[in-house]
């Protein structure tokens, strides 16, 4: 058996879209579930679309996400260059044109804009396309030769069958069989002497030995010319897995507006980078049981390309919220800490142990940005209604609060020791002096402490971070407020 090859080729346009991501991704787990080689390579042909930056943004990518490539520009395997551009100054395409010429699978075309301009027209996937009328076809070989010896600007076409079928097969839509006169006699080369994406494309798949070919199903329509073009050569054909389109919550396509399309967009709003990866596996593939946590190395075993489906995938912001907070809950805490600090400092300027405080909030967020709901009230009391002091399900009314809290001021005054252990321990002999359940007494010291019905951690632990001074503050603001309401 061969050895499976998968390349990720993107162009450097700008951000990493999740689409691009997730070809990437498909691309590297079929290499690397079959012990293949997964190669990186830059298709830069188009320079009206290039944008600066924009490859390092692949590179950052693909080593943050661990999609780590055999083969690349940064790495020599033999295959090189793997920069079209670069590949460009080689000759290749050109020579390749060349034999297709030889062969009579394309053409040149003298055909200025003028006459271009004349000709009929297709919408294709949105954009307006010239349906070439084979013009130059009949150019005879003297003419061909004094148009290139004259230095007439010229493209080369490649030569479709204007009767007949073209048939390739996709592991997902299964065979396709297209009218060859639907076809049009597209650009190969352009007029600059560049291959267009299409070309380029083909010959380097098939000159570095590519066996799967994985990319958005917006390729599907021009797949049978390239398929054309692997026949005319007599090159085999690679694999085709195209994937489903990606949706936002609306079922419309993925765009910039769903403020969520790219991986930098998703670091941006305190995504882990598991979690992302995780998720983006799950658009469109799923295993045989319905698990949904994986780590990178689970995923390379257990990742069948088969199993992708057509449909499209939609993507479920709230679910990959949930990801990462599994992700989060399993975290090391060193590594949590390290990441959660940055949105812990900019929530609390207050003295504080921040360790502690990340501890708390660590099984309860879903993402970063949370932390700031979560911990607000170490920075400052809010204001609160007294009402919340009434809990049917502790039996605390505003009466008992005034009571409990008015009983255990001095004793909390009294006590020196602050640590979360030695101020549980005086509160649970207070609740056995006083023969009532935990909450009763639990329930109104947290809320004096934090004004919230919902807090990262229980009355001691607060206590514990905001010192004696401040929570006895806080202690004396609720009897305060609580005498006031009754
Ligand atoms: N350069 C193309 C892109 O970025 C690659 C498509 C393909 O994988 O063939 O969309």
């Not at 919340?388 to 005054?413: D, F, G, N, R």
Request: charged share 30%; proline share 4%; hydrophobic share 35%.
């Amino acid at each position: 058996m061969t050895k499976i090859r998968t390349r990720y080729a993107p162009s450097p346009t700008g951000k990493m879209h999740v689409g691009n991501l997730r070809s990437a991704l498909y691309e590297f787990l079929i290499a690397k579930h079959e012990g293949g080689d997964f190669m990186l390579r830059i298709e830069d042909t188009d320079q009206e679309r290039f944008v600066e930056g924009a490859t390092e943004i692949i590179y950052r990518t693909l080593e943050k996400t661990g999609l780590v490539h055999d083969e690349g520009p940064d790495k020599d395997g033999g295959y090189g260059p793997y920069v079209q551009s670069e590949r460009m100054k080689t000759g290749i395409y050109m020579k390749y044109a060349k034999e297709l010429i030889d062969k009579g699978e394309a053409y040149y075309c003298f055909c200025d804009k003028e006459r271009l301009a004349t000709l009929k027209t297709e919408i294709v996937e949105g954009k307006e396309i010239t349906v070439y009328d084979k013009h130059c076809l009949s150019l005879s070989k003297e003419e061909i030769e004094a148009n290139l010896a004259a230095g007439k600007p010229f493209v080369i076409r490649q030569n479709n069958p204007t009767e007949g079928t073209t048939t390739f097969h996709d592991e997902l839509y299964g065979d396709i069989t297209v009218e060859n006169s639907e076809l049009d006699d597209m650009i190969l080369i352009k007029s600059d002497g560049y291959p267009t994406y299409n070309f380029a494309n083909v010959v380097d798949d098939h000159t570095m030995n590519i066996t799967h070919v994985v990319r958005g199903n917006e390729y599907l329509s021009s797949s049978p010319k390239y398929v054309r073009l692997y026949e005319a050569f007599g090159w085999q054909v690679p694999v085709y897995v195209h994937l489903p389109l990606i949706t936002d919550e609306n079922h419309k396509k993925l765009s910039k507006r769903s403020g969520h399309s790219s991986f930098e967009d998703l670091l941006e709003q305190g995504f882990v980078t598991e979690a992302i990866v995780n998720y983006i596996a799950l658009l469109g593939w799923s295993p045989e049981d319905n698990r949904e946590i994986f780590s990178l190395q689970e995923l390379i075993e257990k990742f069948d390309y088969h199993r992708i489906s057509k449909s499209p995938a939609v993507f479920d912001i709230v679910k990959l919220r949930w990801m990462n907070g599994e992700y989060l809950k399993a975290m090391d805490f060193d590594a949590f800490y390290e990441m959660a600090e940055p949105y812990l400092k900019a929530a609390l300027t207050r003295d504080l142990d921040l360790k502690k405080i990340a501890a708390m909030v660590k099984t309860r967020i879903e993402v970063f940005p949370d932390i700031a709901d979560q911990v607000d009230f170490f920075e400052k009391l809010p204001e609160y209604d007294t009402a919340m002091y009434t809990h049917k399900k502790m039996k605390t009314t505003a009466v008992s609060s005034l009571e409990v809290l008015t009983e255990i001021l001095p004793v909390l005054e009294a006590q020196e020791d602050y640590s979360n252990d030695a101020l549980y321990q005086t509160l649970l002999t207070y609740v056995e002096q006083k023969g009532c359940k935990n909450g009763y007494v639990m329930w109104p010291i947290r809320t004096a402490l934090s004004g919230k019905q919902m807090t990262p951690a229980g009355a001691t632990e607060i206590m514990e971070v905001l010192g004696k001074e401040e929570s006895l503050k806080r202690i004396r603001k609720g009897i305060e407020l609580l005498s006031a309401a009754l």
